[in-house]
């Protein structure tokens, strides 16, 4: 059984393009959480999803930012018109459907906007 | 809002040394608790939870307390190794909270040989 995978591992992107940052969760997990970390500092929590629906994003910035858990697929972060700011660690976590469980994180996607 | 807080930022053991790293929550209705460690250039990975029904939890090596009373949790490592050398976050969870994870700042250990 594969654990969390995102990818890139690192991606570099100039200031006003777009990232997209993928996640696939482990098998038979159906809830998916994003978090963004910078150096440093611990984890923010910015999304949690579960399939075809965005259970609480009240830790995503309202503008450019968005995410998506479709049925089919991995998880997409997608990060518009990039700038410096958002350069960080971006780890994808995924938890089964029962409660009071740990996640399981991926090994985070690096980005770097220059 | 609330959060979660971590006593120590850093911590520097001998090995060998027990090791205790401390967090402190504020979350009264939180009732899951869970220990990250995370290496660097790495993403966490779990090592111990405890339900709030709980107050102490044995895994190899390491052992969770939590002292509702006073909001405290910690992680004891027993024997610490050079292995052990990464930061330590703590997080909480509760079920009317959608399920999302709630961080410290984290605990940086570093084991000295």
């Known amino acids: 059984n594969a654990g969390v995978m995102q990818n890139p591992r690192h991606l570099v992107r100039r200031r006003g393009q777009e990232a997209r940052l993928r996640c696939s969760p482990m098998?038979?997990?159906?809830?998916v959480y994003w978090y963004r970390q910078l150096p440093e500092e611990g984890l923010k929590f910015m999304v949690y999803?579960?399939?075809?629906?965005?259970?609480?994003e009240s830790g995503m910035p309202k503008e450019r930012f968005s995410a998506e858990f479709p049925k089919e697929g991995p998880s997409i972060l997608r990060i518009q018109q990039v700038v410096r700011g958002d350069s960080a660690a971006y780890f994808c976590?995924?938890?089964?459907?029962?409660?009071?469980?740990?996640?399981?994180f991926g090994q985070g996607t690096r980005l770097t906007v220059v | 809002g609330e959060s979660v807080g971590l006593h120590l930022p850093t911590l520097s053991v001998q090995e060998g040394d027990n090791s205790i790293i401390n967090c402190a929550y504020s979350?009264?209705?939180?009732?899951?608790f869970i220990w990250y460690k995370q290496e660097s250039g790495k993403g966490p990975q779990f090592i111990i939870d405890?339900?709030?029904n709980m107050d102490k939890r044995q895994g190899q090596r390491v052992t969770v307390l939590l002292n509702k009373t006073v909001k405290h949790l910690s992680l004891q490592i027993a024997a610490t190794q050079p292995g052990d050398s990464a930061v330590y976050f703590c997080?909480?969870?509760?079920?009317?909270?959608?399920?999302?994870?709630?961080w410290g700042l984290g605990t940086s250990l570093a084991v000295n040989p």
């Open positions: 098998k038979g997990h159906s809830h």
């Open positions: 976590a995924s938890s089964p459907p029962r409660m009071n469980t740990e996640a399981f």
């Open positions: 997080a909480e969870n509760n079920a009317g909270n959608n399920r999302k994870l709630i």
């Open positions: 405890i339900r709030s």
């Open positions: 999803l579960q399939k075809e629906n965005i259970i609480d």
């Open positions: 979350n009264s209705a939180s009732d899951y």
